[in-house]
Protein backbone atom coordinates (compact mmCIF):
# COMPACT_ATOMS: atom_id res chain seq x y z
CA UNK A 1 0.00 0.00 0.00
CA UNK A 2 1.60 3.54 -1.04
CA UNK A 3 1.96 6.18 1.51
CA UNK A 4 -1.12 8.87 1.81
CA UNK A 5 1.47 11.60 0.22
CA UNK A 6 1.82 9.52 -2.81
CA UNK A 7 -2.04 10.72 -3.71
CA UNK A 8 -1.04 13.99 -3.23
CA UNK A 9 -1.24 16.06 -6.21
CA UNK A 10 -2.38 19.83 -7.18
CA UNK A 11 0.32 21.10 -4.32
CA UNK A 12 1.57 24.21 -6.27
CA UNK A 13 -2.16 25.47 -6.62
CA UNK A 14 -1.86 28.80 -4.53
CA UNK A 15 1.34 29.20 -4.51
CA UNK A 16 1.88 32.00 -2.46
CA UNK A 17 0.35 30.13 0.24
CA UNK A 18 1.75 31.10 3.42
CA UNK A 19 2.79 27.67 4.57
CA UNK A 20 5.20 28.80 6.96
CA UNK A 21 3.52 31.05 8.57
CA UNK A 22 0.56 28.54 8.95
CA UNK A 23 2.55 25.95 10.65
CA UNK A 24 4.08 28.76 13.24
CA UNK A 25 0.81 29.72 13.96
CA UNK A 26 -0.95 26.03 14.80
CA UNK A 27 2.05 25.68 16.62
CA UNK A 28 1.90 28.23 19.21
CA UNK A 29 -2.38 27.25 19.23
CA UNK A 30 -0.91 23.61 19.87
CA UNK A 31 1.23 25.15 22.82
CA UNK A 32 -2.03 26.13 24.69
CA UNK A 33 -3.83 23.23 26.82
CA UNK A 34 -6.78 23.44 26.10
CA UNK A 35 -8.17 20.72 27.96
CA UNK A 36 -11.78 20.73 28.92
CA UNK A 37 -12.83 18.59 32.36
CA UNK A 38 -16.61 17.08 32.33
CA UNK A 39 -17.35 19.76 35.07
CA UNK A 40 -16.75 23.39 33.68
CA UNK A 41 -16.31 24.46 37.36
CA UNK A 42 -12.65 22.57 37.36
CA UNK A 43 -11.85 23.80 33.79
CA UNK A 44 -8.93 25.76 33.08
CA UNK A 45 -10.57 28.67 30.67
CA UNK A 46 -7.66 31.13 30.19
CA UNK A 47 -6.10 28.67 27.86
CA UNK A 48 -8.94 29.04 25.95
CA UNK A 49 -8.69 33.04 25.97
CA UNK A 50 -5.70 32.33 25.45
CA UNK A 51 -5.87 30.65 21.95
CA UNK A 52 -8.85 32.67 20.85
CA UNK A 53 -6.77 35.63 21.60
CA UNK A 54 -4.05 34.16 19.53
CA UNK A 55 -7.38 33.04 16.64
CA UNK A 56 -8.07 36.93 16.42
CA UNK A 57 -3.92 38.21 16.21
CA UNK A 58 -3.23 36.12 13.19
CA UNK A 59 -6.46 36.23 10.99
CA UNK A 60 -7.43 39.57 10.27
CA UNK A 61 -8.85 39.35 7.31
CA UNK A 62 -11.31 37.16 8.84
CA UNK A 63 -12.05 38.90 11.80
CA UNK A 64 -12.14 42.39 10.04
CA UNK A 65 -15.00 40.44 7.91
CA UNK A 66 -17.06 38.61 10.28
CA UNK A 67 -18.47 39.00 13.23
CA UNK A 68 -16.66 36.92 16.47
CA UNK A 69 -19.08 35.94 19.16
CA UNK A 70 -17.74 33.80 22.18
CA UNK A 71 -20.81 31.18 23.29
CA UNK A 72 -19.59 30.63 26.66
CA UNK A 73 -15.87 29.30 26.02
CA UNK A 74 -17.22 28.41 22.28
CA UNK A 75 -16.36 30.56 19.16
CA UNK A 76 -18.93 31.38 16.68
CA UNK A 77 -17.84 33.28 13.38
CA UNK A 78 -20.01 34.42 10.71
CA UNK A 79 -18.91 35.53 7.22
CA UNK A 80 -21.77 37.64 5.52
CA UNK A 81 -22.68 36.57 2.01
CA UNK A 82 -24.38 38.68 -0.46
CA UNK A 83 -27.01 36.49 -1.80
CA UNK A 84 -29.29 36.01 1.40
CA UNK A 85 -31.31 33.09 -0.88
CA UNK A 86 -28.25 30.77 -0.16
CA UNK A 87 -28.24 28.88 3.00
CA UNK A 88 -25.34 29.23 4.83
CA UNK A 89 -22.53 26.70 5.33
CA UNK A 90 -20.58 25.88 8.44
CA UNK A 91 -17.12 24.83 9.18
CA UNK A 92 -16.40 23.73 12.69
CA UNK A 93 -13.91 21.96 14.67
CA UNK A 94 -13.08 22.30 18.35
CA UNK A 95 -10.55 23.85 20.17
CA UNK A 96 -10.28 20.98 23.41
CA UNK A 97 -8.23 18.22 23.29
CA UNK A 98 -7.65 15.65 25.58
CA UNK A 99 -5.02 15.18 28.37
CA UNK A 100 -1.93 13.31 27.93
CA UNK A 101 -1.79 10.09 30.66
CA UNK A 102 0.20 10.50 33.25
CA UNK A 103 3.89 9.12 33.24
CA UNK A 104 3.85 9.00 29.68
CA UNK A 105 5.27 12.30 29.05
CA UNK A 106 8.92 10.99 28.50
CA UNK A 107 7.23 8.65 25.73
CA UNK A 108 7.00 11.68 23.47
CA UNK A 109 10.06 12.25 20.85
CA UNK A 110 8.86 16.09 21.24
CA UNK A 111 7.06 17.39 24.40
CA UNK A 112 3.13 17.05 24.02
CA UNK A 113 2.57 20.69 23.87
CA UNK A 114 5.43 21.52 21.78
CA UNK A 115 3.98 22.23 18.55
CA UNK A 116 7.21 21.46 17.52
CA UNK A 117 7.47 21.31 13.49
CA UNK A 118 10.55 18.83 12.92
CA UNK A 119 11.17 15.35 10.79
CA UNK A 120 8.66 16.67 8.44
CA UNK A 121 6.12 16.41 11.06
CA UNK A 122 4.01 18.93 12.98
CA UNK A 123 3.93 17.54 16.77
CA UNK A 124 1.49 17.39 19.75
CA UNK A 125 -1.85 17.30 21.21
CA UNK A 126 -4.50 18.36 18.84
CA UNK A 127 -2.42 17.86 15.78
CA UNK A 128 -4.75 15.04 14.66
CA UNK A 129 -7.75 15.35 17.03
CA UNK A 130 -8.28 18.54 16.08
CA UNK A 131 -6.83 21.53 16.66
CA UNK A 132 -5.69 21.60 13.09
CA UNK A 133 -9.35 21.24 11.52
CA UNK A 134 -10.24 24.73 13.22
CA UNK A 135 -6.51 26.84 12.35
CA UNK A 136 -7.09 25.42 8.62
CA UNK A 137 -9.95 26.28 8.38
CA UNK A 138 -9.17 29.75 9.23
CA UNK A 139 -5.96 29.65 7.00
CA UNK A 140 -8.71 28.87 4.29
CA UNK A 141 -11.24 31.56 4.95
CA UNK A 142 -8.05 34.26 5.65
CA UNK A 143 -6.37 33.41 2.20
CA UNK A 144 -9.91 33.81 0.07
CA UNK A 145 -10.33 36.97 1.71
CA UNK A 146 -6.90 38.72 1.89
CA UNK A 147 -6.97 38.33 -1.68
CA UNK A 148 -10.46 40.07 -2.27
CA UNK A 149 -12.90 37.03 -2.28
CA UNK A 150 -16.89 38.07 -2.08
CA UNK A 151 -18.60 35.58 0.06
CA UNK A 152 -21.82 35.29 -1.53
CA UNK A 153 -23.22 32.37 0.69
CA UNK A 154 -22.90 33.34 4.20
CA UNK A 155 -19.85 31.04 5.79
CA UNK A 156 -19.87 30.22 10.02
CA UNK A 157 -16.90 28.86 11.82
CA UNK A 158 -17.76 26.99 14.60
CA UNK A 159 -15.20 26.06 17.16
CA UNK A 160 -16.74 24.31 20.71
CA UNK A 161 -14.62 23.78 23.81
CA UNK A 162 -16.34 20.55 25.29
CA UNK A 163 -16.52 18.26 22.11
CA UNK A 164 -14.03 15.49 24.20
CA UNK A 165 -16.51 15.73 27.56
CA UNK A 166 -20.24 17.47 27.19
CA UNK A 167 -20.61 18.80 23.81
CA UNK A 168 -22.32 21.37 25.25
CA UNK A 169 -20.65 24.01 23.46
CA UNK A 170 -21.36 23.01 19.86
CA UNK A 171 -25.15 22.59 21.69
CA UNK A 172 -24.93 26.00 22.20
CA UNK A 173 -23.60 27.17 19.61
CA UNK A 174 -26.50 25.16 17.59
CA UNK A 175 -29.30 26.38 20.08
CA UNK A 176 -28.57 30.46 18.69
CA UNK A 177 -28.39 29.69 15.11
CA UNK A 178 -31.83 27.95 15.62
CA UNK A 179 -33.11 30.54 17.43
CA UNK A 180 -32.02 33.15 14.75
CA UNK A 181 -33.99 30.92 12.35
CA UNK A 182 -30.77 29.50 10.47
CA UNK A 183 -30.72 26.53 8.69
CA UNK A 184 -27.67 25.29 6.96
CA UNK A 185 -27.13 23.68 3.49
CA UNK A 186 -24.41 21.63 4.97
CA UNK A 187 -21.97 21.43 7.76
CA UNK A 188 -18.55 19.97 8.06
CA UNK A 189 -16.85 18.75 10.91
CA UNK A 190 -13.90 16.38 11.65
CA UNK A 191 -14.01 12.90 10.50
CA UNK A 192 -12.25 9.90 8.62
CA UNK A 193 -9.41 11.44 6.88
CA UNK A 194 -7.40 8.21 7.10
CA UNK A 195 -5.96 6.48 3.85
CA UNK A 196 -6.88 2.94 4.17
CA UNK A 197 -6.49 -0.87 2.07
CA UNK A 198 -9.93 -1.33 0.57
CA UNK A 199 -8.90 -5.33 1.67
CA UNK A 200 -11.26 -4.73 4.41
CA UNK A 201 -14.15 -4.40 1.97
CA UNK A 202 -12.29 -7.54 -0.09
CA UNK A 203 -11.06 -5.01 -2.38
CA UNK A 204 -7.31 -5.47 -1.48
CA UNK A 205 -5.35 -3.03 -2.69
CA UNK A 206 -7.34 -0.45 -3.38
CA UNK A 207 -6.68 3.12 -1.76
CA UNK A 208 -9.97 4.21 0.48
CA UNK A 209 -11.08 7.50 2.57
CA UNK A 210 -14.19 7.54 3.91
CA UNK A 211 -16.48 10.85 4.13
CA UNK A 212 -19.02 9.96 6.70
CA UNK A 213 -22.66 10.85 6.78
CA UNK A 214 -23.63 9.97 10.55
CA UNK A 215 -22.31 9.02 13.39
CA UNK A 216 -23.38 5.73 15.84
CA UNK A 217 -25.70 6.63 19.36
CA UNK A 218 -23.34 6.69 22.34
CA UNK A 219 -24.12 5.46 26.19
CA UNK A 220 -22.14 4.91 29.39
CA UNK A 221 -24.49 2.20 31.51
CA UNK A 222 -23.49 2.28 35.15
CA UNK A 223 -24.07 -1.03 37.05
CA UNK A 224 -23.86 -0.97 41.03
CA UNK A 225 -24.39 -3.25 43.40
CA UNK A 226 -24.43 -2.62 47.40
CA UNK A 227 -23.24 -5.35 49.67
CA UNK A 228 -21.96 -5.45 53.65
CA UNK A 229 -18.53 -6.95 52.54
CA UNK A 230 -16.38 -8.87 54.90
CA UNK A 231 -13.53 -11.43 55.69
CA UNK A 232 -13.38 -13.54 52.17
CA UNK A 233 -13.72 -16.57 54.19
CA UNK A 234 -17.44 -16.26 54.38
CA UNK A 235 -18.66 -15.04 51.00
CA UNK A 236 -22.38 -16.86 51.56
CA UNK A 237 -24.67 -15.69 48.49
CA UNK A 238 -21.66 -13.97 46.52
CA UNK A 239 -19.64 -11.02 46.46
CA UNK A 240 -20.70 -7.81 45.20
CA UNK A 241 -17.88 -7.95 42.79
CA UNK A 242 -18.82 -11.77 41.89
CA UNK A 243 -22.88 -10.15 40.78
CA UNK A 244 -21.04 -7.39 38.79
CA UNK A 245 -19.16 -9.73 37.16
CA UNK A 246 -22.22 -11.73 36.10
CA UNK A 247 -24.41 -9.12 35.44
CA UNK A 248 -21.54 -7.57 33.22
CA UNK A 249 -21.16 -11.07 31.94
CA UNK A 250 -24.38 -11.46 30.65
CA UNK A 251 -24.95 -7.53 28.70
CA UNK A 252 -21.60 -8.86 26.79
CA UNK A 253 -23.41 -11.83 26.09
CA UNK A 254 -26.28 -10.97 24.76
CA UNK A 255 -28.16 -11.81 21.55
CA UNK A 256 -26.90 -9.80 18.26
CA UNK A 257 -29.05 -8.91 16.02
CA UNK A 258 -26.70 -7.37 12.95
CA UNK A 259 -28.67 -5.27 10.80
CA UNK A 260 -27.07 -3.75 7.37
CA UNK A 261 -28.46 -0.49 7.39
CA UNK A 262 -29.08 1.77 4.45
CA UNK A 263 -26.10 4.08 4.81
CA UNK A 264 -23.87 0.77 5.51
CA UNK A 265 -25.52 -0.40 2.47
CA UNK A 266 -24.83 2.66 0.12
CA UNK A 267 -21.01 2.09 1.71
CA UNK A 268 -20.71 -1.13 0.04
CA UNK A 269 -22.46 -0.27 -3.36
CA UNK A 270 -19.97 2.40 -4.13
CA UNK A 271 -17.42 0.10 -3.04
CA UNK A 272 -19.04 -3.11 -4.71
CA UNK A 273 -17.47 -2.43 -8.71
CA UNK A 274 -13.75 -2.84 -6.78
CA UNK A 275 -14.72 -6.07 -4.21
CA UNK A 276 -12.75 -8.70 -6.00
CA UNK A 277 -12.56 -11.26 -2.41
CA UNK A 278 -15.54 -13.66 -1.77
CA UNK A 279 -17.38 -13.98 0.35
CA UNK A 280 -18.47 -10.16 -0.44
CA UNK A 281 -17.88 -10.08 -4.08
CA UNK A 282 -20.73 -12.67 -4.92
CA UNK A 283 -22.79 -10.73 -1.97
CA UNK A 284 -22.47 -7.40 -3.33
CA UNK A 285 -24.00 -8.34 -6.52
CA UNK A 286 -27.48 -7.99 -4.75
CA UNK A 287 -27.08 -6.15 -1.61
CA UNK A 288 -30.90 -5.35 -0.55
CA UNK A 289 -31.05 -8.95 -1.21
CA UNK A 290 -28.06 -10.46 0.47
CA UNK A 291 -28.21 -7.84 3.10
CA UNK A 292 -28.66 -10.89 6.32
CA UNK A 293 -26.05 -12.66 4.92
CA UNK A 294 -23.79 -9.84 4.46
CA UNK A 295 -24.65 -8.36 7.95
CA UNK A 296 -23.89 -11.98 9.12
CA UNK A 297 -20.37 -11.35 7.45
CA UNK A 298 -19.31 -8.27 8.91
CA UNK A 299 -20.63 -9.44 12.52
CA UNK A 300 -17.49 -12.04 13.00
CA UNK A 301 -15.03 -9.54 11.07
CA UNK A 302 -12.53 -7.45 13.68
CA UNK A 303 -13.16 -4.31 11.28
CA UNK A 304 -16.45 -4.76 9.46
CA UNK A 305 -18.75 -5.43 12.90
CA UNK A 306 -19.05 -1.98 14.01
CA UNK A 307 -21.17 -1.07 11.05
CA UNK A 308 -23.60 -3.77 11.35
CA UNK A 309 -24.26 -3.94 15.48
CA UNK A 310 -24.06 -2.22 18.89
CA UNK A 311 -21.09 -2.30 20.17
CA UNK A 312 -20.47 -3.54 24.08
CA UNK A 313 -17.28 -2.15 25.90
CA UNK A 314 -16.82 -3.10 29.52
CA UNK A 315 -14.40 0.23 30.60
CA UNK A 316 -14.15 1.00 33.96
CA UNK A 317 -14.91 -0.77 37.51
CA UNK A 318 -14.57 0.62 41.30
CA UNK A 319 -14.87 -0.35 44.61
CA UNK A 320 -12.71 -3.31 45.47
CA UNK A 321 -10.09 -3.43 48.47
CA UNK A 322 -6.41 -3.91 47.75
CA UNK A 323 -6.56 -6.58 50.05
CA UNK A 324 -7.09 -9.94 48.82
CA UNK A 325 -9.19 -11.41 51.73
CA UNK A 326 -11.49 -9.00 51.85
CA UNK A 327 -14.70 -9.00 50.32
CA UNK A 328 -15.76 -5.41 48.32
CA UNK A 329 -18.36 -3.24 49.62
CA UNK A 330 -20.43 -1.10 47.17
CA UNK A 331 -19.13 -1.40 43.77
CA UNK A 332 -19.79 0.38 40.38
CA UNK A 333 -18.81 -0.75 36.18
CA UNK A 334 -19.76 0.83 33.38
CA UNK A 335 -20.30 -0.54 29.75
CA UNK A 336 -19.62 1.87 26.59
CA UNK A 337 -22.18 1.36 23.88
CA UNK A 338 -21.92 2.52 20.36
CA UNK A 339 -25.86 2.29 18.99
CA UNK A 340 -26.11 1.44 15.83
CA UNK A 341 -27.96 2.96 13.31
CA UNK A 342 -31.64 1.50 13.64
CA UNK A 343 -31.00 0.95 17.14
CA UNK A 344 -31.99 3.02 20.28
CA UNK A 345 -31.16 4.21 23.80
CA UNK A 346 -34.57 2.71 24.21
CA UNK A 347 -34.30 -0.77 23.10
CA UNK A 348 -30.83 -1.03 24.49
CA UNK A 349 -31.74 -0.23 27.85
CA UNK A 350 -34.80 -2.87 27.44
CA UNK A 351 -32.07 -5.30 26.30
CA UNK A 352 -29.95 -4.89 29.22
CA UNK A 353 -32.39 -4.73 31.83
CA UNK A 354 -33.57 -8.32 30.57
CA UNK A 355 -30.29 -9.54 30.45
CA UNK A 356 -29.40 -8.39 33.85
CA UNK A 357 -31.49 -11.06 36.34
CA UNK A 358 -29.80 -10.12 39.75
CA UNK A 359 -32.45 -7.83 41.48
CA UNK A 360 -29.70 -6.28 43.52
CA UNK A 361 -28.11 -4.95 40.33
CA UNK A 362 -28.61 -1.74 39.68
CA UNK A 363 -28.54 0.11 36.25
CA UNK A 364 -28.79 3.27 35.03
CA UNK A 365 -27.10 5.70 32.47
CA UNK A 366 -24.95 8.06 33.11
CA UNK A 367 -25.29 9.83 29.63
CA UNK A 368 -26.89 8.14 26.30
CA UNK A 369 -27.72 9.59 22.60
CA UNK A 370 -29.26 7.88 19.52
CA UNK A 371 -27.48 7.35 16.12
CA UNK A 372 -27.30 10.31 14.57
CA UNK A 373 -29.45 11.36 11.53
CA UNK A 374 -27.76 10.17 8.00
CA UNK A 375 -26.75 13.27 5.70
CA UNK A 376 -27.75 13.45 2.61
CA UNK A 377 -25.97 12.41 -0.17
CA UNK A 378 -27.95 13.90 -3.47
CA UNK A 379 -27.54 17.76 -1.57
CA UNK A 380 -24.34 20.31 -2.46
CA UNK A 381 -22.61 19.56 0.69
CA UNK A 382 -21.55 15.65 -0.14
CA UNK A 383 -20.97 16.17 -3.74
CA UNK A 384 -18.78 19.31 -2.82
CA UNK A 385 -16.37 17.33 -0.18
CA UNK A 386 -16.02 14.35 -2.23
CA UNK A 387 -15.04 16.86 -5.33
CA UNK A 388 -12.54 18.62 -3.13
CA UNK A 389 -10.85 15.21 -2.27
CA UNK A 390 -10.93 13.63 -5.24
CA UNK A 391 -9.12 16.60 -6.92
CA UNK A 392 -6.36 16.76 -4.41
CA UNK A 393 -6.15 12.72 -3.79
CA UNK A 394 -6.90 11.71 -6.75
CA UNK A 395 -6.52 8.11 -6.95
CA UNK A 396 -8.46 7.53 -3.77
CA UNK A 397 -11.68 5.87 -3.62
CA UNK A 398 -13.18 8.06 -1.36
CA UNK A 399 -17.16 6.21 -0.25
CA UNK A 400 -19.68 6.98 2.05
CA UNK A 401 -20.19 5.86 5.34
CA UNK A 402 -20.62 6.22 9.11
CA UNK A 403 -18.15 6.96 12.12
CA UNK A 404 -17.88 4.55 15.22
CA UNK A 405 -16.95 7.56 17.25
CA UNK A 406 -18.62 10.59 18.57
CA UNK A 407 -18.67 14.33 16.97
CA UNK A 408 -20.36 18.13 17.50
CA UNK A 409 -21.93 17.43 13.91
CA UNK A 410 -25.14 15.85 15.72
CA UNK A 411 -25.48 18.96 17.81
CA UNK A 412 -26.81 20.53 14.80
CA UNK A 413 -28.94 18.26 13.35
CA UNK A 414 -31.90 20.55 14.37
CA UNK A 415 -31.04 22.52 11.20
CA UNK A 416 -29.01 21.25 9.12
CA UNK A 417 -29.80 17.85 7.52
CA UNK A 418 -26.43 17.43 6.14
CA UNK A 419 -23.72 17.04 8.40
CA UNK A 420 -20.56 15.66 6.91
CA UNK A 421 -17.75 14.22 9.10
CA UNK A 422 -14.44 14.23 6.73
CA UNK A 423 -11.40 16.13 7.81
CA UNK A 424 -9.23 17.05 4.71
CA UNK A 425 -6.01 16.16 6.11
CA UNK A 426 -4.88 12.74 4.14
CA UNK A 427 -2.93 10.32 6.51
CA UNK A 428 -1.62 7.11 7.05
CA UNK A 429 -3.92 4.73 8.62
CA UNK A 430 -0.58 4.00 11.12
CA UNK A 431 -0.39 7.72 12.26
CA UNK A 432 -4.12 7.88 12.61
CA UNK A 433 -4.74 4.79 14.09
CA UNK A 434 -1.70 5.74 17.38
CA UNK A 435 -1.72 9.32 17.07
CA UNK A 436 -5.23 10.09 18.10
CA UNK A 437 -5.77 10.36 22.01
CA UNK A 438 -2.10 8.31 22.09
CA UNK A 439 1.65 9.31 22.19
CA UNK A 440 3.40 11.07 19.68
CA UNK A 441 -0.09 12.63 17.66
CA UNK A 442 1.74 14.08 14.89
CA UNK A 443 0.27 15.69 11.28
CA UNK A 444 2.65 15.52 8.52
CA UNK A 445 3.23 19.27 7.22
CA UNK A 446 2.72 18.10 3.23
CA UNK A 447 -0.94 17.21 5.04
CA UNK A 448 -1.41 20.06 7.13
CA UNK A 449 -0.87 22.36 3.54
CA UNK A 450 -2.92 19.98 1.43
CA UNK A 451 -5.93 20.34 3.86
CA UNK A 452 -5.64 23.65 3.85
CA UNK A 453 -5.56 23.62 0.12
CA UNK A 454 -9.00 21.31 0.25
CA UNK A 455 -10.67 23.62 2.78
CA UNK A 456 -9.72 26.84 0.02
CA UNK A 457 -10.64 25.01 -2.87
CA UNK A 458 -14.47 24.07 -0.92
CA UNK A 459 -14.95 27.21 0.13
CA UNK A 460 -13.81 28.80 -3.48
CA UNK A 461 -16.93 26.21 -4.81
CA UNK A 462 -19.22 26.90 -1.97
CA UNK A 463 -19.15 30.37 -0.68
CA UNK A 464 -17.56 33.05 -2.78
CA UNK A 465 -17.85 34.60 -6.17
CA UNK A 466 -15.05 33.75 -8.83
CA UNK A 467 -11.88 36.23 -7.69
Excluded at 206 to 219: F, Q, R, T
Excluded at 303 to 319: D, E, M, N, W, Y
Excluded at 354 to 375: C, E, I, W, Y
Aim: hydrophobic fraction near 40%; include cysteine.
Amino acid sequence: MKAATDFFSQEDDYPDLDIDGALHRLSNAIQYKTIHSSDPATTDFAPFEALQAHMQQSYPHVFAAGTFERIGHSVLITLPGSDSSLRPCLYMSHQDVVPVVEGTEADWTYPPFSGAVAEGYIWGRGTLDIKQQVFAILEAAEYLLSHGASFTRTAYLAFGDDEETTNAGALAIANTLKARGITLEFLLDEGSGKLDDGAVFGAPGLPVCSIDLMEKGYADLELSVKSPGGHSSRPFGGTSLGRLAQSISAIVEMPQSPALSPLAQAMLASLAPHITEEPLRSLVQDIPGNATAIAEHCLHHPRLFPFVSTTIAPTVIRGSSSACNVMPQDMEAVINFRIAEGDSVQALEARCRKAVTDSGVHLRFLQANDPSHTARMDGLGYSAVKESMEHYYPGVTFFPSMTVGATDAHQYEEICDTCIRCAPFLSDAADVSTGVHGTNERLSVRAYAQGIRVLIHLMEQVNTLAR
